[in-house]
């Protein structure tokens, strides 16, 4: 298990540093000067060069990735080109609205997509089975920003029960908060929480028709206590590893959900740094969110042995 931790977190390092070197290159060798777009098209070139000066754009490549890279480690990201201020501080207020938001979503994904799961599976080939697959179909199907448009309409314009948009502040207390949060979660759940379910249902109805679950249902064991016992908890690991490649959809939907729902958090911040060509808070968020999913994908990782025995007793089995 040791032998097994250290492998992964390795492998967590030198993807971390790969992801980081990929991001600066190809932002680096995209069209377009930050310190031009800042100034605007009818810039003296005099005044452009002292504001890449200024910005450190005209140091060499080499240069400015290591510096980069180094501030990173400690904590320092850099100062934005559009705000002129630290990149550490815009990412510090808007995690506190990206991070519930992907929170609610994961929790809210995982309570539909489980039991429903579990439920089509027991139900095989019958209405419910049908039905279960039925929605894990137009939930893959309708795009979430549409989705979202759609609980705009019903449920903020129509019935009026919560905002359209915007984020209240958390001085506003938790109620105001959740209202907010609660149509773009939901958003970002759907197709997150049919995929879930399909992918529960399938594993739990491979597991059922192992033979150990046969036997013990040939032992007297009742069908219920079955699928509990036996079933659901040998069929986690397929789910498990799902709801961890989940993780990087629902980063990436913030983008759009956030930018739909005006919410000022991290996605919305990326739209509008790639827009104001914003290349270090481009680069520094990017590197963020592949750290984050690299992280994720570790503690998968470390469920699987918690999930099987078996990988507690042998780390080389992965």
């Given at each position: 298990?040791?032998?097994f931790?250290f492998?992964?977190?390795?492998?967590?390092?030198?993807t971390?540093?790969?992801?980081?070197?990929?991001?600066?290159?190809?932002?680096e060798?995209?069209?377009?000067?930050?310190?031009?777009?800042?100034?605007?098209?009818?810039?003296?070139?005099?005044?452009?060069?002292?504001?890449?000066?200024?910005?450190?754009?005209?140091?060499?490549?080499?240069?400015?990735?290591?510096?980069?890279?180094?501030?990173?480690?400690?904590?320092?990201?850099?100062?934005?080109?559009?705000?002129?201020?630290?990149?550490?501080?815009?990412?510090?207020?808007?995690?506190?609205?990206?991070?519930?938001?992907?929170?609610?979503?994961?929790?809210l994904?995982?309570?539909?997509?489980?039991?429903?799961?579990v439920y089509?599976?027991?139900?095989?080939?019958?209405?419910?089975?049908?039905?279960?697959?039925?929605?894990?179909?137009?939930?893959?199907?309708?795009?979430?920003?549409?989705?979202?448009?759609l609980l705009?309409?019903?449920?903020?314009?129509?019935?009026?029960?919560?905002?359209?948009?915007?984020?209240?502040?958390?001085?506003?207390?938790?109620?105001?908060?959740?209202?907010?949060?609660?149509?773009?979660a939901?958003?970002?759940?759907?197709?997150?929480?049919?995929?879930?379910?399909?992918?529960?249902?399938?594993?739990?109805?491979e597991?059922l028709?192992?033979?150990?679950?046969?036997t013990?249902?040939?032992?007297?064991l009742?069908?219920?206590a079955?699928?509990?016992?036996?079933?659901?908890?040998?069929?986690?690991?397929p789910?498990?590893?799902?709801?961890g490649?989940?993780?990087?959809?629902?980063?990436?939907?913030?983008?759009?959900?956030e930018?739909?729902?005006?919410?000022?958090?991290?996605?919305?911040?990326?739209?509008?740094?790639?827009a104001?060509?914003?290349?270090?808070?481009?680069?520094?968020l990017?590197?963020?969110?592949?750290?984050?999913?690299?992280?994720?994908?570790?503690?998968v990782?470390?469920s699987?042995?918690a999930l099987?025995?078996r990988?507690?007793?042998?780390?080389?089995?992965m």
């Amino acid at each position: 298990m040791a032998l097994f931790l250290f492998r992964r977190l390795i492998t967590l390092a030198l993807t971390l540093l790969v992801a980081a070197t990929v991001v600066f290159v190809v932002l680096e060798i995209l069209p377009g000067d930050p310190a031009a777009v800042m100034l605007g098209l009818n810039a003296e070139p005099d005044t452009v060069a002292a504001l890449r000066s200024q910005l450190g754009l005209d140091q060499p490549l080499a240069d400015r990735f290591f510096g980069w890279l180094g501030g990173m480690l400690v904590g320092d990201f850099g100062r934005s080109y559009t705000y002129s201020v630290p990149v550490s501080e815009l990412i510090g207020d808007r995690i506190a609205i990206t991070v519930p938001l992907a929170l609610l979503a994961i929790l809210l994904s995982t309570a539909i997509a489980l039991p429903l799961g579990v439920y089509a599976a027991r139900n095989h080939n019958k209405l419910g089975d049908f039905g279960v697959m039925g929605f894990s179909q137009v939930g893959v199907a309708v795009p979430n920003f549409w989705f979202a448009l759609l609980l705009i309409i019903l449920f903020a314009v129509n019935l009026g029960w919560t905002p359209a948009g915007g984020f209240p502040g958390w001085d506003a207390g938790v109620g105001p908060v959740v209202a907010a949060l609660a149509l773009p979660a939901i958003a970002l759940a759907l197709p997150q929480a049919a995929i879930l379910s399909r992918v529960t249902r399938s594993s739990v109805l491979e597991v059922l028709r192992e033979d150990y679950v046969r036997t013990a249902r040939a032992k007297g064991l009742n069908r219920s206590a079955a699928l509990w016992r036996h079933a659901v908890p040998n069929a986690l690991i397929p789910v498990v590893t799902i709801l961890g490649l989940q993780v990087s959809s629902l980063l990436a939907g913030t983008i759009i959900i956030e930018n739909v729902f005006a919410l000022p958090g991290v996605g919305r911040l990326i739209f509008q740094a790639i827009a104001q060509r914003d290349l270090i808070t481009v680069k520094s968020l990017v590197v963020i969110i592949a750290a984050v999913v690299v992280f994720v994908n570790f503690l998968v990782d470390m469920s699987y042995a918690a999930l099987d025995p078996r990988l507690r007793r042998g780390g080389d089995m992965m």
